[in-house]
């Protein structure tokens, strides 16, 4: 922010008060806010002219932006500084030539946020069995709490390191978040949850418009049948495998599921990125011989375990949660051997 000398003083000023509410809203993890000033001050000044010295702005909202999911909109304007070799060259009438737009709408957002005391909790909100007013209506706190949620699923949406335009199957999808970023950055998303699912969820998928396709994953059942296969299959903090119950679903029943992904639903370069809940019976981990098994049983966990993918920020004992594997990890780990001689010694 120290050299904007091409911007008239005001101006100059004005755009360091809306990038200082950002930064805040950065630094405490107000995303929404994040999103509407980096959005505000494209369309206000960026949008009319950019200037040489407005790269290190310029730089700070692509960084803001790629926090808040907006890759798109970073995206745009890391060309406009390709283009231009950091605002050195090509700057006559340099200007961005569309709107940008926030990947939650205000409205929307504020639809979601008001979910928690508009929509009457039924037997379907309550998915634990636990005491406590907390657990009458368990999903409300996404409404409460979205901020945090988005957070979440952006970084989720980020693991999944997409390349091109993907066709992906949220299973699970609760409110829709991840299938919201997902489509905003230009992919295709179908989902899946169930037909009793809480009616917050139900309400807050309609609101964001999201492709869901009511249906329970069981054991020992193949999923629906869709017209086009998929790139990824994507589910976080599962709960279809009977997670917080007594039917907590061992290795056959993993191997059922997968290999339905594999003959049925995935593209043959697709890949599965399942993110696992780390607690289970009363909402709490699970832990044999001093050992948390994060999957709720050991021989699903050592199935699993070839494939545990890093989570940036967990300690390396706690990246036990989300495995990624491609459609011939499926088949090599269902249908051979391979991966049951592995030896997972942290000796070697
Ligand atoms: C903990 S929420 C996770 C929501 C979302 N994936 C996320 O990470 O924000 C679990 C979701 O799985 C859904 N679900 C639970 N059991 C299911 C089943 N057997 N089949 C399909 N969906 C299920 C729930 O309705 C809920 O939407």
Known sequence: MKNMKDRDERTTNEIKTHMSKAKSAEQTGSVFTLDEYCCFICNSYFKKKIYQSDLPVIEDIIKFQQRSGAYINAS??????????NLTKNLDGLHLENEMYQPLPDDLKNKLRSLNYKV????????????????????????????????????????????????????????GLFSKIATFNGHTVECIDMKDASPILKEATKILKVKKHEFTVKKNTPLLKFKKKFD?????????????????????????????????????????????????????????????????????????????????????????????????????????????????????
């Open 232 to 348: 990824v299959v994507h589910a976080s903090q599962i709960f279809f495998n009977g997670h917080a119950s007594k039917n907590l679903w061992d290795l056959d029943d993993w191997k059922y599921f997968l290999l339905d992904l594999h003959d049925n639903i995935l593209n043959d370069d697709g890949f599965v990125c399942l993110l696992f809940n780390r607690e289970h019976i009363n909402l709490k981990p699970i832990i044999v011989d001093g050992e948390e098994l994060f999957l709720g049983n050991k021989p699903v966990q050592d199935f699993f375990k070839p494939f545990f993918s890093t989570i940036h920020g967990l300690a390396r004992l706690e990246n036990k949660m989300l495995s990624i594997l491609t459609k011939k990890n499926i088949n090599d780990a269902c249908r051979s051997t391979i991966f049951k001689k592995r030896s997972y010694s942290l000796d070697i």
């Open 76 to 85: 745009i304007l890391e060309k406009v500084l390709q283009a231009t070799k």
């Open 120 to 175: 009457k909790p039924n037997k379907d909100s309550r998915v634990h069995e636990l005491e406590g007013d907390y657990f009458d209506d368990f999903y409300a706190k996404y409404s409460r709490d979205l901020d945090t949620n988005w957070i979440r699923n952006v970084q989720r949406f980020n693991e999944l390191r997409l390349k091109k335009p993907s066709r992906i199957l949220d299973i699970g999808c609760g409110f």
